[in-house]
Structure formats: structure tokens, C-alpha cells
T-cell receptor, first 114, second 117 residues
Framework: SQQGEEDPQALSIQEGENATMNCSYK?????LQWYRQNSGRGLVHLIL?????REKHSGRLRVTLDTSKKSSSLLITASRAADTASYFC??????????????FGQGTILTVHP | DTGVSQDPRHKITKRGQNVTFRCDPI?????LYWYRQTLGQGPEFLTY????????KSRLLSDRFSAERPKGSFSTLEIQRTEQGDSAMYLC???????????????FGDGTRLSIL
């Protein structure tokens, strides 16, 4: 079953604008990860944030995590046409044999117009 | 690092036939995962291996599905007596467990797209 809910389901912006995607989840997590998927391809890992971290940066990406609200956000600054893709959040559960297994949300489709 | 490789990229078969997919993980990764993704949805976990041991299977994995990783390197996923509902993208991912597997990103292959006629 899907753990995460992404919002919005689709986002359309102009090149140079910022894009913000949100993810909510239901159960305790060990970490939360964001992935990008271009049409017909596999997923590419973007960033991992641990449950004891609140914010993380990687290049033009900024991820926040609020475990009290069970939510995360991904900000892409100064977007480019090449950022057009589907973006998924995925949560890693703590403990047991599920340790390391990821549960994905339904994704946000981002379209960046040149 | 040659990445995760999956074969074939596309498979079209008639309902009732058996199909087998192969995944070659990144060589130093001891964890290997299988996911299924249908159109417009995120990937759903099917099963995973640590070395050659299959540690968890999802309830999505009916008895028609079997996965193996005999020598702890490549893995195969077999679907017997395929049904229309099996049409999906089957994704393989691998990761290291160094520092704790839950703190390692998973590296995905480009998947095998299965179409059941």
C-alpha cells in the first residue's frame, strides 16, 4: 500500500521559477527519500533525509522534514526544462525485516516550460 | 559503476504464459529489491534480498511470482500463468547496507515493461 501522499499531483511552471512539492506519510520512519523519474525510465535518487534531521540541501534542491506533522517538502530552485519529470517521496521504516524497504507515494508530475 | 541493469526492457506476452526477468545490481551492493509500478502510481514493493537470502515478500507477490538470487549477485523474477493485471513496469534496485541499509539510497534500473495481451 502507498504510504505517502504527494501534493500537488501535477505542477506546471515556467523555467526559472521555484517548484515546491509536499509529501505526507502515516507511520514512523527512519528516513525519507526523494526520487525523480523521467518518462519510461527508472528512478534516480535525489536526496535522503534522516528522521533526526530537519533540513537538507543538495545543489538546487532543498528538503525539509517535520516528523511531528509527518510531512516533507522538496523545493527545486531556479527550475530548468530538464527538471520536467515525476517526483516521488519514499519512506524507510525503522527496524525489523522491513529495514531498508521503501514505501513510495503516488508522485508529483512537474512540467517546466522553457 | 555501471549501474543496475535489467533485461529485457520490454516484454509482450500472451495471457497464461510464463515470463522471467533478470536484474544485475551494482556489483558491490548486497541488497537487491524488486518493485512493481503501474501507470500513474509510485513503485510498490514486491520483495528484497540481502545477499542470497530473501528477507521479505509483499502480499502483492502471489504464489505465481517467485524471485531468486542464487549466488547473491544477479536476481530473477518469474511470473507464471500471467494475467492481464500483471501488466506493469517491474523495477529492480540495489543498495549497500554499509552504515545501516535504511540510510543508503537505492539505485534503480530502467525496468522491464510487461504487457499482457
Amino acid at each position: 500500500s502507498q504510504q505517502g501522499e504527494e501534493d500537488p499531483q501535477a505542477l506546471s511552471i515556467q523555467e526559472g521559477e521555484n517548484a515546491t512539492m509536499n509529501c505526507s506519510y502515516k507511520t514512523s520512519i527512519n528516513n525519507l527519500q526523494w526520487y525523480r523519474q523521467n518518462s519510461g525510465r527508472g528512478l534516480v535518487h535525489l536526496i535522503l533525509i534522516r528522521s533526526n534531521e530537519r533540513e537538507k540541501h543538495s545543489g538546487r534542491l532543498r528538503v525539509t522534514l517535520d516528523t511531528s506533522k509527518k510531512s516533507s517538502s522538496l523545493l527545486i530552485t531556479a527550475s530548468r526544462a530538464a527538471d520536467t519529470a515525476s517526483y516521488f517521496c519514499a519512506t524507510g521504516r525503522p527496524g525489523g525485516t522491513s529495514y531498508g524497504k521503501l514505501t513510495f507515494g503516488q508522485g508529483t508530475i512537474l512540467t517546466v516550460h522553457p | 559503476d555501471t549501474g543496475v541493469s535489467q533485461d529485457p526492457r520490454h516484454k509482450i506476452t500472451k495471457r497464461g504464459q510464463n515470463v522471467t526477468f533478470r536484474c544485475d545490481p551494482i556489483s558491490e551492493h548486497n541488497r537487491l529489491y524488486w518493485y512493481r509500478q503501474t501507470l500513474g502510481q509510485g513503485p510498490e514493493f514486491l520483495t528484497y534480498f540481502q545477499n542470497e537470502a530473501q528477507l521479505e515478500k509483499s502480499r502483492l507477490l502471489s504464489d505465481r511470482f517467485s524471485a531468486e538470487r542464487p549466488k547473491g549477485s544477479f536476481s530473477t523474477l518469474e511470473i507464471q500463468r500471467t494475467e492481464q493485471g500483471d501488466s506493469a513496469m517491474y523495477l529492480c534496485a540495489s543498495s549497500s547496507s554499509a552504515g545501516g541499509p535504511s540510510n543508503q539510497p537505492q539505485h534503480f534500473g530502467d525496468g522491464t515493461r510487461l504487457s499482457i495481451l
